[in-house]
């Protein structure tokens, strides 16, 4: 995990740089800036899905667990469980749409002196 990190610091120092000391129009510094941008979109969005999915676990085993406890108000938790789960997955699905945006509009060039 450290040796991941570290190549995801350098991979991201190297865009970094790049795009600060490109030349106008230099087509191997946009490269490596979109490189870097569509690495960073993957792990922003695998991030918000293992996010999201941590906190489904999460909702489904508390709700079985309020079911095995009470059988009753089965119905009830499972309306409140999949209104939760539909905000968790909003979350996920703006983070794809962030990423999406990020790599299509070209919302960076200005900033990285393309």
Known sequence: ????SKVLML??????????FAAEGDPMARAVFY???AIGAGVAIGAAAGGGAA???NAIRGVLEGMARNPNMGPKLLTTMFIGMALIETFVLYALLIAIIF???G???SKAGF
Not at 11 to 20: D, Q, Y
Request: a neutral charge; charged letters at 10%; glycine letters at 16%.
């Open 35 to 37: 490189g870097a941008l």
């Open 55 to 57: 906190g489904l676990g």
């Open 103 to 105: 790599i299509f509009t």
């Open 1 to 4: 995990m450290v040796k991941f």
């Open 107 to 109: 919302i960076f060039d």
């Open 11 to 20: 991979m991201v120092l190297a865009g970094t740089v790049s795009a600060a």
